[in-house]
């Protein structure tokens, strides 16, 4: 059984920043990218940010690009997103997601596994 808890979510000031963590408990069977998504309500859940877990290659949203840092430490399975620069517009829910055998990806589609999100708000 696979699982993803996200972590690091709260509450912060517009021109501020949050650093997520998403820790993977158990095996996931294959996918070379990982990635972190979002929902705000009423919206569409929509991908932030990518990394091809094998060479650490990084994929971004327009939106976030310049502002948001995906990262990785296989070593202790965890998968990171920092946040500079928060905007009104970035509060959400934010998603771990695992699994995806497409390089890259910024859609929900291609992710097979996902944690159960940590909130941010930015006021």
């Known amino acids: 059984d696979v699982q993803l808890v996200e972590s690091g979510g709260g509450s912060v000031q517009a021109g501020g920043s949050l650093k997520l963590s998403c820790t993977t408990r158990g095996h996931t069977t294959g996918g070379a990218c990982m990635g972190w998504f979002r929902q705000a309500p009423g919206k569409e859940r929509e991908g932030v940010a990518a990394?091809?877990?094998?060479?650490?290659?990084?994929y971004y949203a327009d939106s976030v690009k310049g502002r948001f840092t995906i990262s990785q430490d296989n070593a202790n399975n965890t998968l990171y997103l920092q946040m500079n620069s928060l905007k009104p517009g970035d509060t959400a829910m934010y998603y771990c997601?695992?699994?995806?055998?497409?390089?890259?990806?910024?859609?929900?589609?291609?992710?097979?596994?996902w944690g159960q999100g940590t909130q941010v708000t930015v006021s």
């Open positions: 990394i091809t877990t094998g060479d650490g290659s990084t």
């Open positions: 997601a695992a699994g995806s055998w497409v390089a890259g990806s910024l859609y929900e589609r291609d992710y097979n596994y």
